[in-house]
């Protein structure tokens, strides 16, 4: 069957623009962190957002206005949890994750890679794309809480950009006792 009745038709014809409207403008009033690459809890809320567009131009029980506020619902409390985890640690820690490290100095920390299921052949991939040929060219590999593995090379003139990136045991500086 092609379709039921032209009213059908019609109404897909008329909501789906008015509801997609509706959502570019939410996204664009809640801010640019909307769009960023995506996390866990950032891909949950754009799956949700596409049910919710989906929903609201496919199904006759859902009215626009009640879509309409779905979208903002979500699109608030996804500002909400942001807005959160920007002054409040305990927050943060339940919607992002930490960076991992995954190689350092030319050595990859297998204890690392096993808890993230990567393998020697995702990072020398990565590096790869870094245009490294080599892991000892390479100070560091880190897992992105994006999901992105980013290289940093190995240069003797800076400092090697670690500073948020939790580090395992074994590289822990030592404290001095003073």
Do not use: C, H
């Not at 092609?2 to 008329?14: A, E, I, K, N, Q």
């Not at 608030?76 to 992002?96: D, E, M, N």
């Amino acid at each position: 069957m092609f379709f039921d009745t032209w009213s059908g038709l019609l109404r897909v014809v008329v909501v789906g623009p008015l509801a997609y409207i509706a959502l570019i403008l939410f996204l664009r009033i809640s801010g640019k962190r909307t769009l960023t690459k995506l996390n866990a809890f950032d891909l949950v809320v754009t799956v949700a957002l596409g049910s919710t567009l989906s929903s609201i131009v496919l199904t006759k029980s859902v009215a626009l206005l009640e879509g309409v506020l779905a979208l903002a619902t979500l699109i608030g409390l996804q500002y909400l949890i942001t807005w959160s985890s920007v002054r409040s640690a305990w927050v943060r820690s339940l919607v992002k994750a930490e960076p991992t490290l995954l190689a350092r100095n030319g050595r990859l920390i297998e204890g690392a890679m096993r808890r993230q299921r990567m393998t020697e052949d995702d990072v020398l991939s990565a590096l790869r794309t870094e245009g490294l040929d080599d892991l000892s060219q390479a100070a560091a590999v880190v897992l992105e809480t994006d999901g992105s593995i980013s290289v940093l090379k190995a240069l003797s003139d800076r400092d090697d950009g670690l500073n948020s990136v939790p580090r395992p045991e074994a590289e822990q500086p030592a404290q001095s006792k003073a």
